[in-house]
């Protein structure tokens, strides 16, 4: 900590002095990227200008090793805690270029484990380089037309070229691609058998390619850029329809295990959603909180209104808990990076991560809402910060699965473990719960024992259900389990904060006591039947509706 602390202070300043020009100079309208398609001889060029303040900030990022420090691993397993430390301060002045960087790293990691020795010495030491002359940045284009999440319909196909140079020819179009200005991509397309001329259909026929996106010359590598998406939110993020006119690739891995090959860039980048979530959060309480102590209510100010502080302190419950949540998620990343009796931590990485992602971002971006409210109608200005917080902030509970598609990838675990992945986690849980009741007995016993029975009552509702009636049902089981492991983590702070007499350990066991006791902490899994589903279609759809 002390060779680090100093630099995460210096971060801290920069994150409100120049990153904060840097990101506002990218939010602003008049500064949002632009597509130019042609030139003045109407020859197709599509270039995307961005801002100055987007091109700073991806200097900065990479000075400040936002990417690199993962890779060098001075820290071992702790290196990625520092990593996201950085990013946690980084992010809520960035203009969202936390998105590039996150799918630099996942690139970088997709590469270190299945790339070619050619790849790993001329792509991946420029993705975790600390040079702005030398760092590259990547996209990651799996978003196709007919399917969306549902990557098993890409229709985008990979003839093969020259297989002694592993080179690949892919044509196809890309719905959603982000950060398309950055240096290569990742991307999945549909193997041509170069023997048959037949491709296998579904999630068996892909391979996970890269690609630089553009050649020596620097024009676009077999890519037309049809137009820039016009998005809700992160508008200095340049995102675009692309269609692959034969854009010359490398394959990384093997055909038919594309999906399994970029899991490793979705872990990381699932993690990177959270994370983004909380620190937008805590730039959210940190204005609201200030606004509290200034702004007059009748004879007294905000901070000093009963009403207002349960408010607010919900609010912090929410951070807190979601803080503790992604922290040990980048915990388990860094684990299973660079340890080799990583197995258990590699189980409940697997089946955190989605959970993670899906209850850590529902929830934060709830708070966020909650926070722009707790301002009142100066929170609604545009110039405060919490609308461009919120809207920035949306994306992370879509990009990388929505909370319908992670819930089905929490059972798509579930099911391929056998179970297996879900008793890891309790048995991990429970672990962390004895540990650390015993740190202050009195206090935390009582809440230790609310929260394993919390745990086992979702174990026994989750193994007594089905078909339908546990698809339906996968919603409620990955908040239930969202909310068990909050409650472990902030058990365990609480124990650790009583221990070392921390200052705070009053308000960390305050914090464990209230979010385990809110009504909703162990709330039932509700079950739906096939007729309770068929009611369901005829009230959204019509009378007529069948499944």
């Not at 390619?209 to 200095?236: I, Q, W, Y």
């Not at 502080?309 to 992604?326: D, P, V, Y």
């Not at 919120?390 to 509970?397: A, K, W």
């Amino acid at each position: 900590m002390n060779e680090i602390e100093p630099d995460l202070h210096q971060l801290g300043h920069r994150a409100i002095t120049d990153l904060q020009v840097m990101g506002a100079n990218a939010e602003d309208p008049n500064n949002y990227p632009r597509l130019r398609q042609y030139d003045a001889w109407c020859r197709r060029i599509d270039e995307i200008s961005v801002s100055q303040g987007w091109k700073d900030l991806n200097d900065a990022a990479c000075e400040e090793g936002m990417v690199a420090i993962a890779y060098e691993r001075k820290y071992g397993e702790y290196s990625r805690i520092y990593q996201f430390a950085k990013s946690y301060l980084y992010s809520p002045s960035s203009a969202v270029y936390s998105c590039p960087l996150s799918m630099t790293d996942g690139a970088a990691r997709v590469l270190e484990l299945y790339g070619t020795d050619e790849m790993k010495k001329e792509i991946y030491p420029h993705l975790i380089s600390r040079d702005p002359k030398v760092f590259w940045t990547s996209g990651q284009h799996m978003t196709e037309r007919p399917g969306g999440s549902d990557v098993s319909r890409t229709e985008t196909v990979a003839e093969l070229v020259d297989a002694k140079t592993n080179t690949w020819k892919l044509t196809g179009f890309k719905w959603f691609s982000s950060a398309t200005t950055a240096d290569i991509t990742v991307a999945l397309a549909r193997v041509i058998d170069p023997k048959t001329g037949l491709v296998t259909p579904g999630s068996k026929g892909l391979a996970l390619f890269v690609a630089k996106m553009r050649r020596p010359d620097g024009s676009l590598n077999g890519v037309r850029v049809h137009r820039l998406k016009e998005k809700f939110g992160t508008k200095a993020l340049p995102t675009a329809e692309l269609e692959y006119t034969g854009m010359e690739a490398q394959m990384v891995g093997v055909p038919g295990r594309g999906v399994a090959t970029i899991a490793s860039v979705l872990n990381i980048t699932r993690v990177y959603s959270a994370i983004g979530t909380v620190c937008a959060l805590r730039r959210c309480l940190a204005l609201i909180k200030d606004y509290a102590r200034k702004r007059e209510s009748g004879q007294r100010t905000l901070d000093k209104t009963p009403l207002h502080i349960t408010t607010l302190a919900q609010l912090e419950l929410t951070f807190r808990a979601g803080l503790q949540f992604s922290f040990y998620t980048i915990q388990l990343l860094g684990r299973t990076e660079t340890r080799q009796d990583s197995q258990e931590d590699m189980e409940v990485l697997r089946l955190l991560t989605p959970i993670a992602k899906a209850y850590v971002c529902k929830i934060g971006t709830h708070a966020i809402a909650e926070a722009m409210e707790a301002m009142g109608g100066q929170g609604y200005m545009e110039e405060v910060g919490l609308g461009q917080a919120l809207r920035n902030s949306i994306v992370n509970n879509i990009w990388e699965g929505t909370t319908n598609v992670l819930a089905l990838d929490v059972l798509r675990v579930l099911q391929k473990s056998k179970g297996g992945a879900l008793k890891t986690v309790a048995k991990v849980m429970t672990c962390k719960l004895q540990a650390a009741q015993a740190a202050h007995p009195a206090s935390l016993a009582p809440l230790a024992q609310k929260i394993g029975k919390a745990l086992e009552m979702t174990l026994q509702t989750t193994a007594s259900l089905q078909g339908v009636a546990l698809e339906t049902s996968m919603r409620q089981i990955t908040f239930a389990l969202g909310r068990i492991v909050c409650a472990v983590l902030l058990l365990e702070q609480a124990a650790w904060s009583y221990e070392t007499k921390s200052a705070a350990h009053d308000q960390d066991i305050a914090a464990v006591t209230q979010f385990v006791n809110d009504p909703a902490f162990d709330q039932p899994i509700t079950a739906r039947s096939d007729a309770d589903i068929l009611q369901d279609a005829k009230l959204v759809f019509g009378p007529n509706a069948k499944l």
